[in-house]
DNA sequence: GTGGTCTCCTA
DNA sequence: GTAGGAGACCACA
């Protein structure tokens, strides 16, 4: 190198992290791979390669390297422990970028530089210096200010992402003080981001006066006495020894060993052909295109490079993204020391395991440890348990259960909980695992007139339960939990918050929705081979169960520590299994986030009427008593109306109606279609068994059930949500379902009215108007029905006139019942015998109605036949988001087993990409609300599937309603612009039927 | 008491 | 034709 030569040294750790923030809509290549950050760098260089006149840096590179971080571990830990202790670990989509760049860098014929033990910052400080000792120039491509220390009148920096050239002036301008002094600027200001401590207090404007009088750090801090200002004065004098520490972690190093010198930098010619296969690889167009013209290529004779995915590289899936995952939440912590063998940054090619090698490596270990429980052990005093929560925060992860005395989780009280933690034995597969039990609230059955005595030799609650918290809020500690929801409403209910978490059952879910279950105990025995003990084993069952609390805590210990052990290692093989499958993105953002969303719905509960209930049980109990006199005398006997059995007789025996039908165990069908039927041909006693049953199951189900629910403290009933229990990624909600509350009816709907609202507040509806149809319209990309919804027509009348050639203007209601039939048939993965049955007419009208459709929409039929070829080849179909929904016997040798599976996969998309929208919508809603200081004051109740249901002050209303409304309708961005808006519909009054 | 079947409520 | 949960009845343990 000589005057003259031109060095460019580009921090390539630091432009990732720029760019990723800078460039907000995120890129992505077509299979989720995100690139952002890699794109602008192949810019960047091409740029500078090419016509650097173009940029501020006016001049074209001699000589050029890129630097990286090797790891987080450099001498400057050695120096200050605490040093970069505040990094939180990269974000999940930028670490793939690490590698890419190192990969883009070679693809380029460029060297690519780290050394163990420094920044890239200190590598690119001794170069520079270097450099410059020859007479040569030297850019910096960075923008970093623990940079610009390094700036003379021939090193200057360049900051790419503003195109704008920063020297001596510029540092001035920007800080205050000249380059040189940046160093000691730094040593005062400190920096939180890297935990350099600084002097508290100071910060640049103050530090760049002090500096400016007293020339430097070091006049500064011998003559701190003489500063008036009393507070500062002392501040400098307490922290004079953090200053000097401070100022050794900003001074760059210029000593950095270094493996390639000066001269082997120098710019080779580009190899067009291989940068070209890279630049194919991901699918960068633009770029692929100007490099082919300036090496006269032709581009599409060249094969995409096979582009070898580093450590995490595919842990995505397609483009997911603006919904703000929980801060670190489940993230991989990074911990000095942690037992998570997946490293949180890139590795160097070549080393450790892919994410699809360690799931399979990890498999095959857990499916072959055994079980020891001799080694779990009872924690029964402070002194040990805060060794256990010690180890638990220093290798950063831990697997935690609670055991309470019930399966609702609002009324549970907590008993004990178990912990199990994966020792670091440097082993990637993580093999060690131990767990323990803390028991907190066991009884020893010795009964007084008071319940159970309290067992000995338990920590106290009021001693456990601070430390519990400590740990379940500690974000550094990554808390593990099968079905965590649960715990996480119980341990709300005590005051705690817990923060990072994965939940094992919903990362089986995501991974495979569709095949088994996603249970502790199935999942054990699936992966782990091991069936753990049964909770009627310890606690017995039947008229014999007693709740955990008087379970023998010896016995509990093995039940409980045994249950964290086994969610420890599913997390072991399924965390691993996630990358590898490219579903984090759907983990982390459509499940994880959801959790406590919905445990707060769960608490929060609402208000049902009881008075109008029982008033309403009333009413039906006297309308059936009269039916059922009624029965008995057109049926000349008595029985026992709902049984099926006994009423098929009556009516195809006894009376010998004709047109019934036979259920698959050949007994007579009775359902209410059959029926309708006979009414219909002029029979009574069927019409009245029709009405009767409404009658009965309202009352049953809803007006005589629902009561049973409301909870004893609040008064309010609090329905349990699964996240994991359908395939298509819906929710589910239980005891009581609140997704199946009568609407239908006219007597079903008064039951809605029972649902209220709590004095000076409104009850807000808001639902999708056609949310599937929408969807179908986008992913079947049919022009009719986007234009139609574009337009804001009526679908079912559009469908109807296309198929029918019938105006929409006075179309018969007949018609267009048809015509919604179809749609809906449509959505269901239609079948002529479906329709027919539906619609009351025979199979072949209905088979020339479903080929009319396909003629009229051709593209409905090319997207039926994709869905089921793509679950046929791949054994699965998703949803826009991404979700996986497996069909494993799509490919059954039976028919109708394969028939079945086929409509459901053409279903799957459709239901499933509408749950992942209002999904997302109930994510965004809570933050979006609070930033109109709506937090807690609009409180979020039910979901119904497309429809969600708040509570609210009277007065917040008007303000609220559009939030939601907008939240609802732009839930599919800005991860996916669809091809269809998305309409929400939002009432408010004070009970629920008259807001929906 | 448990589990299967039938029926019916929702989107 | 898709996806659920639940109550009543009834046979079996």
Redesign the pocket.
């Known amino acids: 190198m000589k005057k003259g030569d031109h060095l460019f040294l580009i921090d390539g750790s630091g432009f990732i992290f720029r760019a990723f923030h800078a460039l907000p809509p995120l890129t992505r290549k077509s299979d989720g791979l995100p690139v952002g950050a890699v794109s602008g760098f192949c810019n960047m260089l091409w740029k500078l390669l090419t016509d650097a006149r173009d940029t501020s840096v006016g001049v074209t590179p001699t000589h050029l390297a890129v630097i990286f971080d090797y790891s987080a571990k450099t001498f400057r830990k050695d120096l200050y422990d605490a040093y970069k202790a505040n990094r939180s670990a990269p974000p999940d989509e930028l670490i793939p970028q690490f590698g890419l760049i190192r990969e883009a860098t070679r693809a380029f014929n460029l060297p690519c530089i780290e050394t163990e033990g420094f920044e890239a910052d200190d590598i690119i400080a001794t170069y520079a210096l270097q450099a410059e000792a020859t007479g040569a120039d030297v850019t910096i491509v960075s923008s970093d200010k623990d940079l610009m220390q390094l700036v003379t009148p021939n090193i200057h920096m360049y900051d790419s992402m503003k195109d704008k050239q920063i020297g001596i002036p510029d540092v001035i301008e920007k800080w205050g003080v000249s380059p040189e002094k940046m160093i000691d600027l730094q040593a005062m200001t400190g920096d939180s981001v890297d935990n350099v401590p600084g002097i508290p207090g100071v910060g640049p404007k103050t530090a760049a006066q002090l500096l400016a009088e007293y020339g430097d750090l070091d006049t500064l801090l011998d003559r701190a006495h003489e500063i008036k200002q009393e507070k500062r004065r002392q501040a400098i004098l307490e922290n004079a020894d953090k200053a000097r520490l401070s100022r050794e972690l900003v001074r760059l190093r210029s000593d950095v060993p270094l493996v390639l010198g000066l001269d082997d930098l120098v710019l080779e010619v580009q190899n067009g052909p291989k940068l070209i296969g890279f630049l194919k690889a991901l699918q960068f167009t633009t770029l692929t295109r100007r490099v082919a013209e300036a090496c006269n290529c032709d581009a599409s004779a060249i094969e995409a490079a096979d582009v070898k995915v580093e450590w995490g590289t595919a842990a995505h899936g397609p483009d997911l993204d603006a919904v703000e995952p929980e801060p670190v939440a489940g993230g991989i912590p990074d911990v000095e020391g942690a037992a998570v063998p997946i490293p949180a940054t890139a590795k160097p090619a070549g080393k450790g395991f892919t994410p699809a090698e360690l799931a399979k490596a990890r498999a095959e270990a857990f499916a072959a440890l055994p079980f020891d429980h001799s080694t779990y052990v009872t924690i029964r005093d402070l002194a040990t348990l805060d060794k256990w929560i010690g180890d638990a925060r220093a290798t950063g992860l831990v697997a935690f259960d609670t055991e309470t005395t019930s399966l609702d989780a609002m009324q549970a009280e907590l008993v004990g909980f178990s912990m199990a933690i994966a020792d670091n034995d440097k082993n990637p597969t993580g093999l060690k695992t131990r767990a323990a039990y803390v028991p907190i609230g066991h009884r020893n059955g010795v009964s007084d007139l008071l319940g159970g005595g309290v067992a000995d030799n338990q920590i106290p609650m009021r001693d456990a339960l601070p430390r519990l918290k400590a740990l379940l809020e500690d974000e550094s500690v990554l808390k593990v939990a099968q079905d965590l929801k649960y715990d996480y409403l119980l341990m709300k209910r005590y005051g705690v918050e817990t923060k990072s978490f994965d939940d094992t059952m919903l990362m089986s879910y995501v991974l495979d929705a569709g095949i088994g279950a996603h249970g502790m105990d199935s999942l054990s025995e699936k992966f782990l081979g091991h069936k753990p003990i049964a909770y009627k084993d310890i606690a017995g ?3 014999a169960n007693v709740t955990f609390d008087l379970v023998d805590i010896d016995r509990a210990t093995h039940y409980a520590a045994e249950g964290a052990d086994v969610t420890l290692r599913l997390w072991m093989v399924l965390k691993p299994r996630l990358a590898a499958a490219k579903l984090t993105a759907v983990y982390e953002r459509l499940e994880r986030p959801l959790l406590p969303v919905l445990a707060r719905m769960e608490e929060r509960g609402i208000t049902v009427d009881r008075q109008i209930l029982s008033r309403l049980s009333g009413e039906l109990a006297q309308g059936a008593a009269r039916l059922e006199d009624e029965i008995y005398t057109l049926a000349g006997e008595k029985f ?1 109306i ?5 009423l098929g007789d009556i009516l195809f025996g006894k009376m010998g109606l004709a047109g019934g039908n036979k ?3 050949g ?1 007579w ?4 279609s059959v029926l309708e039927e006979l009414a219909t041909a002029g029979y009574e006693l069927p019409r009245k068994i ?1 009405d009767w ?2 009658l009965t ?1 309202l009352k ?2 809803y007006t005589d ?1 629902l009561p049973g629910y409301v909870h004893p403290q609040t008064r309010r009933v609090h329905t349990s949500y ?1 996240l994991a ?4 990624g ?1 929710l ?6 609140l ?7 006219l007597e ?1 709907r008064k039951i809605r009215t029972a649902f209220i609202s709590v004095p000076g507040h409104k009850l807000i509806s808001a639902d999708y108007s056609q949310i599937e149809l929408r969807v179908l319209a986008h992913v079947a990309e049919i022009p009719q029905l986007t234009q139609a919804f574009a337009e804001g027509i009526d679908i079912h009348a559009m469908t109807a006139s296309e198929m029918f050639g019938v105006p929409v203007d006075g179309m018969p209601t007949e018609v267009r019942r048809r015509a919604k ?2 749609n ?2 449509i959505i ?4 002529a ?3 027919a ?2 619609l009351s007419i025979e199979r072949s009208e209905a088979g020339d109605y479903i080929k009319k459709y396909f003629e009229r929409f051709p593209g409905i039929r090319d997207y039926m036949d994709s869905r089921k070829q793509m679950a046929r080849d791949k054994g699965y179909v998703e949803t826009i988001f991404g979700r996986r929904i497996n069909y494993p016997e799509i490919r059954s040798s039976n028919p109708s087993v394969r028939a ?1 599976n086929e ?2 996969a053409i ?2 998309p459709i ?1 499933g990409s509408a749950a992942d929208i209002i999904r997302r919508a109930m994510i965004k809603i809570e933050p979006a609300l609070a930033e109109a200081g709506l937090a807690d004051r609009v409180r979020m109740l039910l979901q ?4 969600l249901v708040f509570e609210v002050e009277d007065a917040d209303v008007e303000k609220a309603m559009p939030i939601i409304v907008s939240v609802m309708e732009n839930a599919a961005m800005p991860a996916l612009e669809m091809r269809v808006p998305l309409k929400v519909d939002a009432r408010a009054a004070t009970n629920w039927e008259e807001a929906h």
């Open positions: 069952s039947g008229r026992t709902g049984s099926p059995k006994q259920t698959k165990t007994q069908s009775t359902s209410a029709v049953r409404q199951k049953s189900t059930a699964s229990s359908t395939t298509t819906r589910s909600s239980s005891e009581p379902n997704q199946n509350i009568p609407v239908r009816t079903g039939a179809i809906f048939g269901y993965g239609i079948s015998f479906g329709l049955n539906q079945f409509r459901a279903n799957a239901q119904v599937h497309d429809e």
